[in-house]
């Protein structure tokens, strides 16, 4: 069993950042496979960000060159900063992880961009 918590979500002006954390239970955190996945009010759950055990990562079109993630094996934590924020980007992040074939998630946290 894997458990996932969220932390760092919040309102935010457009163009601004954020830098939202997960932080992982268990003792095999450096081969799970982590992403981060957002709903917004209507709209399917998709994927934003991920990252492999061995630190290779994928973004979403739509926020490549905005969003980077990352990991920390030692804090068996996964970070996502976020820059540049649009409206669009408005929605509930989730943490995802990827442990023997079986996928987690967290609860979420909410991120608002607006003025």
């Known amino acids: 069993q894997v458990q996932l918590v969220e932390s760092g979500g919040g309102l935010v002006q457009p163009g601004g950042s954020l830098r939202l954390s997960c932080a992982a239970s268990?003792?095999?955190?450096?081969?799970?496979?982590m992403g981060w996945y957002r709903q917004a009010p209507g709209k399917q759950r998709g994927l934003v960000a991920a990252?492999?055990?061995?630190?290779?990562?994928n973004y979403a079109d739509s926020v490549k060159g905005r969003f980077t993630i990352s990991r920390d094996n030692a804090k068996n934590t996964v970070y996502l900063q976020m820059n540049s924020l649009k409206p669009e980007d408005t929605a509930v992040y989730y943490c995802?992880?990827?442990?023997?074939?079986?996928?987690?998630w967290g609860r979420g946290t909410q991120v608002t961009v607006s003025s």
């Open positions: 268990g003792n095999s955190f450096s081969i799970y496979a």
């Open positions: 995802n992880a990827v442990y023997i074939g079986k996928d987690y």
């Open positions: 990252i492999t055990s061995g630190g290779r990562t």
